[in-house]
C-alpha cells in the first residue's frame, strides 16, 4: 500500500491510496486518518480508486473515523470503490450509511 | 513529575527545533546525535517516549529497536519513528520491528506534539492505571507477561467450552459444523439454540477485531442472544437489541457481523435476519442457489441500524450453507493474500483479484457439485476444495461454516 495525503481548499483532506490495505498497511491506514481528525481537520476523503482490497480492521477504522467525523461536525466520504471493496460495503451495508462518490469533484462537492 | 523524551537524530538542527518546540509543552528533552548514544542514554535513564530518526549513520533507527526491544529496562519505552517522506516500506519495518507509531519527514511540528501525546495517552494507562498490571504488581516483569499469557489460555478454553462440540441431531434435518482457529482466541462463532420441540435457533458470526478485546465481544454476544431468543421471537428484533447493547459498550472499531435464524422442523422454514453477514447461500433441489441477504447492517457500530426478517421455505433435499468471510477470502497459495509486506501492488490486480480468492462463486460451485452428500461429508468437501486451491491445509483467518441439509 502506498498513500499521499492533500489537503485541498476548504480544509478538505483527500487520502489517496493505492494497493491493498491488509495487515499492517491497515495500521497505517487508520493512524494517517487519526492524524488528520487530531490536526483538527474532520471532512476527509477516502480516495479508493486504486485500492484493490481491504481488510475487515480497515473496515473498523473507517468506521471509526466516520463517527468521529460525524461527531465534531465533519464527515467522511468514499471515493470510487472498486468491485471487491464495493461488495465488502454492500454486503455489510455500510454503503447505506458511508456516502459514495464516483468522482472527486462530486466528493469535493458533499462538503460544500 | 515531567515526562522524559529522548530525541535522536543526527542533525543537531533538528535536534534543536524539535527540543525548542516540545520543551514548553511541558517535556523533558534529552536528546543523542547517533544510534550507539541512543541506546546508551535509553538504557542509563529510561526514557518515557523516544523520537528516532531511521536514517542515521553506524546504528539505523531499526537497529537501535532491535537492542531497546532486548533490553528488560527499555523494552516497553514507546518509540515514534521518523521516516522519509513516501517510505511506506520503512513505515511497515518499523511497525513489524515494535515501533508505536511513526512520523514523515519534512514534518509539521503541530503533527509531532499531536502524535507524541496521542502516544503517550495510549501508553500511560498501560503503565499507571491498567488495573490488571497493578494486580501483578510486577509491572511488565517476565512473570507479569507469563500470567497474562496464562488468562490468556484460560480466556481461550473457556471460549472453547462455549461453543458446541457438536452439531445437535434433529428429525429430520442433518446439520453438520466446522471452526479452524488461525489463533488461541478465534473471532468466528456458531450456536444452536432449542427453542421449543420442533423449533432450534441457528446463529453464525464473525467478530471483527482481534484478540481478547474481539473474544470477549464474541462471548458478550453469544449469551446476550441466549437471553433474548427466549424473549423476541423477530430475528430482526433479536439483532436489534444486540446491536443497541454492542454499540452502547464498545468502542466503533469493535464490531460483529452475523446471521441469526429459526429452524422450524414442522414447518420446514428458515426465518432469519442477516446482519451485514456474508450472504448464506440457499440450495435448492431444482439446482438453484439463492443468497440469505434480508437484515440489515454489520452489528454494533451505529445505534440507527435497522434489521428485517426474512424467509425461506426448505424442501426435501434443501441445504443452507453458512460460513464466514475466512473461507471465501482463502487466497491462493494462502500467503499471497494474508501478507502485509506484499501489500504494494497496482491497479492492475482487480483483473486478477478473482483468482486470487476462492470466493463465493467456487463456493457455490462446491456446495452444487457435491449437494447429494451428507452435511459432513460437504463440509469435507469444502475443506478439500479449499486445501486445493490455496495449497496449504493451513489457515490464516479463523474459519466457519454450518451446513444444514432437509432428509429427502
Request: net charge negative; with cysteine; aromatic share 6%.
Amino acid at each position: 500500500m502506498n498513500f499521499e495525503t492533500t489537503i485541498e481548499t476548504g480544509n478538505i483532506s483527500t487520502l489517496h491510496i493505492a494497493g491493498k490495505i491488509l495487515g499492517n498497511a491497515t495500521d497505517i491506514f487508520r493512524k494517517e486518518m487519526e492524524l488528520q481528525l487530531q490536526t483538527g481537520r474532520d471532512k476527509l476523503v477516502v480516495d479508493l480508486t486504486n485500492v484493490s482490497l481491504i481488510d475487515s480492521s480497515a473496515l473498523g477504522a473507517i468506521v471509526t473515523t466516520l463517527k468521529c467525523c460525524q461527531e465534531s461536525g465533519g464527515k467522511l466520504v468514499l471515493l470510487n470503490p472498486q468491485k471487491a471493496v464495493q461488495e465488502v460495503l454492500e454486503v455489510t451495508q455500510l454503503a447505506t450509511v458511508i456516502e459514495i462518490y464516483d468522482t472527486e469533484e462530486a466528493a469535493r462537492a458533499a462538503f460544500m | 513529575m515531567a515526562e522524559t523524551i529522548l530525541v535522536v537524530d543526527d542533525d543537531l538542527d533538528i535536534l534543536e527545533l524539535l527540543k525548542m518546540n516540545l520543551e514548553p509543552e511541558g517535556y523533558d528533552v534529552q536528546t543523542a546525535s547517533d544510534g550507539e548514544s541512543a541506546v546508551q542514554s535509553a538504557c542509563t535513564d529510561p526514557p518515557d517516549l523516544i523520537l528516532l530518526d531511521v536514517m542515521m549513520p553506524h546504528k539505523n533507527g531499526f537497529q537501535v529497536i532491535e537492542e531497546l526491544k532486548d533490553i528488560e529496562e527499555t523494552k516497553n519505552v514507546p518509540i515514534i519513528l521518523v521516516t522519509a517522506r513516501g517510505q511506506t516500506e520503512d513505515k511497515v519495518r518499523g511497525l513489524d520491528t515494535g515501533a508505536d507509531d511513526y512520523i514523515t519527514k519534512p514534518f509539521d511540528l503541530r503533527e509531532v506534539t499531536a502524535r507524541v501525546e496521542a502516544v503517550l495517552g495510549r501508553t500511560r494507562p498501560i503503565k499507571y492505571i491498567n488495573p490488571l498490571m497493578r494486580a501483578m504488581g510486577e509491572g511488565f516483569s517476565e512473570k507479569g507477561l507469563e500470567q497474562l499469557a496464562g488468562h490468556l489460555q484460560a480466556a481461550a478454553a473457556i471460549q472453547k467450552k462455549l461453543l458446541p462440540e457438536q452439531a445437535p441431531s434433529i428429525d429430520g434435518f442433518d446439520i453438520a459444523t466446522l471452526l479452524q482457529s488461525s489463533t488461541s482466541v478465534s473471532g468466528d462463532f456458531y450456536d444452536f439454540i432449542p427453542l421449543s420441540e420442533t423449533q432450534i435457533g441457528i446463529v453464525l458470526g464473525d467478530v471483527k477485531g482481534s484478540g481478547i478485546p474481539a473474544a470477549l465481544l464474541m462471548v458478550m454476544i453469544r449469551t446476550a442472544l441466549r437471553l433474548l431468543c427466549h424473549e423476541e421471537e423477530a430475528p430482526a428484533s433479536i439483532l436489534k437489541r444486540i446491536n443497541d447493547l454492542v454499540v452502547r459498550d464498545t468502542e466503533a472499531d469493535l464490531f460483529a457481523t452475523m446471521v441469526y435464524g429459526i429452524l422450524d422442523t414442522t414447518a420446514s422454514t428458515f426465518t432469519y435476519s442477516n446482519g451485514g453477514h456474508c450472504y448464506p447461500f440457499h440450495w435448492t433441489q431444482n439446482r438453484n442457489i439463492t443468497v440469505l441477504k434480508t437484515g440489515g447492517m454489520l452489528i454494533g457500530a451505529f445505534d440507527e441500524a435497522t434489521f428485517t426478517t426474512g424467509t425461506c421455505h426448505l424442501a426435501p433435499g434443501d441445504i443452507i450453507a453458512f460460513y464466514t468471510d475466512g473461507i471465501t477470502e482463502t487466497g491462493t497459495g494462502d500467503s499471497t493474500a494474508a501478507d502485509p509486506n506484499q501489500s504494494i501492488s497496482t491497479t492492475h490486480e482487480d483483473a486478477i483479484l478473482t483468482d486470487m480468492f476462492y470466493g463465493g462463486d467456487r463456493l457455490a460451485a462446491c456446495l452444487s457439485k457435491n449437494a447429494s452428500l451428507s452435511a459432513s461429508a460437504l463440509c469435507e468437501a469444502i475443506v478439500e476444495d479449499l486445501a486445493r486451491f490455496s495449497g496449504s491445509t493451513q489457515t490464516h483467518d479463523d474459519r466457519a461454516l454450518i451446513v444444514i441439509k432437509r432428509d429427502v
